[in-house]
């Protein structure tokens, strides 16, 4: 029975460091290597008073159990003072050193002094779907973040709507984003690679919709995707690209923006400049390619219901922003 216990122990931390799970337990930065750390910490604590405890309940149990040639009560016993001052003093000693690594860690995972390398960012959380501005490099982009390895990242977070939370589980812990208030919080990722996040408090219908990547890029790879994006918009050539460039520039402006600095005016929809160097969109709900984006413009309601975009456009119009949209790399 015991030895069983021990292998559903050994399996649970065995899975919760599952190496290809988007989970804190698989750490790619130091914020989540030290909450890891301190929640592996914890669990095996815990694991050994539970054994501890309900072994010694179940022990006491069977071995104090009711026999048929039991006569009378046994003797009555009031307190002992040694089991007293264990089951006292052990508690108290656990739950101090809880308490000591929990402030350890999160000193660990603080904020740090801002400083001239940094790379800073406002991520603005929407109704279903994230906002990226790079103030510094002036650029702006939706729902795939991208950012150099080894680098500090100091995030101000902004809401535009209702209380959303950013969370990248294997870079760092959940930040709530606040209509009105300017939360902050940090990344500094050790491992180049593409990293899951996830908008973590309840924000509306498509909450679980409200999903982005992280790609963590090597420096020069970095440096060539910012100097992608800080290129202006294509320029249509046909009648067709015309046509589609007119309307994004027309009706579309009111929410969407195809200049690559516009950061400074919130709208209500993703900056457009270089939509084709994302691989997904609407909140990393839908692959990025043709057909769906088709789709999307077609009925946006039956794609992500309760979405802001509300479009009727005929299918010419379709065609004609399909047209310049397929050239926004
Ligand atoms: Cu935004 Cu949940």
């Known amino acids: 029975m015991l030895r069983k216990f021990g292998l559903v122990i050994g399996l649970v931390i065995a899975l919760s460091g599952c190496q290809s799970s988007p989970t804190f337990l698989n750490p790619a930065s130091s914020i989540s290597t030290h909450e890891a750390n301190l929640y592996r910490t914890i669990l095996i604590m815990a694991l050994v008073v539970f054994v501890l405890v309900e072994g010694a309940l179940v ?7 009711k026999r048929s040639d039991d006569g009378e009560l046994p003797p009555q016993i009031f307190g002992n003072m040694r089991v007293e001052v264990v089951w006292t003093v052990v508690p108290i000693l656990l739950v101090l050193s809880l308490f000591i690594m929990t402030v350890q860690t999160t ?17 603005v959380g929407h109704q279903w779907w994230w906002e990226f501005d790079y103030l510094d490099l002036k650029i702006a982009t939706a729902n795939e973040l991208h950012i ?27 930040t709530d984003v606040v209509p009105g208030q300017h939360n902050t919080m940090w990344l ?4 180049v690679g593409v990293y ?7 924000c509306g219908i498509e909450h679980a919709l409200m999903r982005f990547k992280v ?43 195809i200049d690559p600095a516009e950061i400074n005016s919130i709208k209500k929809g993703p900056n457009l400049t270089h939509l084709l160097t994302r691989t997904t969109f609407a909140g990393g709900t839908f692959d990025l390619n043709e057909a769906n984006l088709r789709s999307w413009l077609e009925d946006t309601e039956a794609m992500k219901p309760g979405n802001d975009m509300e479009v009727n456009m005929s299918s010419q119009k379709i065609d004609e922003i399909m047209a310049y949209l397929m050239h926004l790399n």
Not at 59 to 65: H, K, P, T
Not at 196 to 202: D, H, K, P, S, V
């Open 215 to 257: 790609f963590v890029d090597s420096q020069e790879d970095f440096d060539a995707w910012v100097a992608n994006q800080q290129q202006p918009a294509y320029q249509p050539q046909t009648e067709m690209e015309q046509a589609g460039y007119k309307e994004l520039t027309g009706a579309c402006e009111t929410c969407h923006s």
């Open 59 to 65: 022990w006491i149990l069977i071995r104090d159990r």
């Open 148 to 174: 150099p390895v080894g680098t500090t990242v100091q995030i101000n977070l902004e809401s535009r709507d209702v209380i959303h939370s950013f969370w990248v589980p294997q870079l760092s812990h959940k």
């Open 107 to 123: 000193n660990n995972v603080a904020v740090p002094d801002a400083q001239s390398s940094d790379l800073n960012l406002r991520v």
């Open 196 to 202: 899951l996040g996830q908008c973590a408090e309840f």
């Open 188 to 191: 500094k990722a050790d491992e």
